[in-house]
């Protein structure tokens, strides 16, 4: 059964740093993209950023660009997502999601983390 856990969300003031974290299992990870979806409260679910399966190639929302970066690393089967430079903008719930392409709708989900910008 795929499984994705996603952790290391929190409150940060504006300006701060995050890395969340996301543990894969149950699937093959080097056949899946990985993709972080945010959730902000009144506002339709976005994708923040995506990497290939090989992890050859990114692409992030134009709002989060410079600023963020998604990572991978197949021997433990983790993703990560490096969040700098936090604005009021950020908040949300963000899910891990693994298809097999960045293009792909149907994904599998994490449970999600809470990130809080906030003085």
């Known amino acids: 059964q795929a499984q994705l856990v996603e952790s290391g969300g929190g409150l940060v003031p504006p300006g701060g740093s995050l890395r969340l974290s996301c543990a894969a299992s149950?699937?093959?990870?080097?056949?899946?993209?990985i993709a972080w979806f945010r959730q902000a409260p009144g506002k339709e679910r976005e994708e923040v950023s995506c990497?290939?399966?090989?992890?050859?190639?990114?692409r992030y929302a134009e709002s989060v660009k410079g600023r963020f970066t998604i990572t991978r690393d197949s021997a433990t089967k983790m993703a990560y997502q490096q969040m700098n430079s936090l604005i009021p903008e950020d908040p949300g719930i963000y899910f891990c999601?693994?298809?097999?392409?960045?293009?792909?709708?149907?994904?599998?989900w994490g449970p999600g983390t809470q990130v809080t910008v906030a003085s």
């Open positions: 999601t693994a298809a097999h392409t960045c293009r792909e709708n149907t994904r599998y």
């Open positions: 149950g699937f093959p990870f080097d056949n899946y993209a």
């Open positions: 990497i290939t399966h090989r992890g050859d190639s990114t």
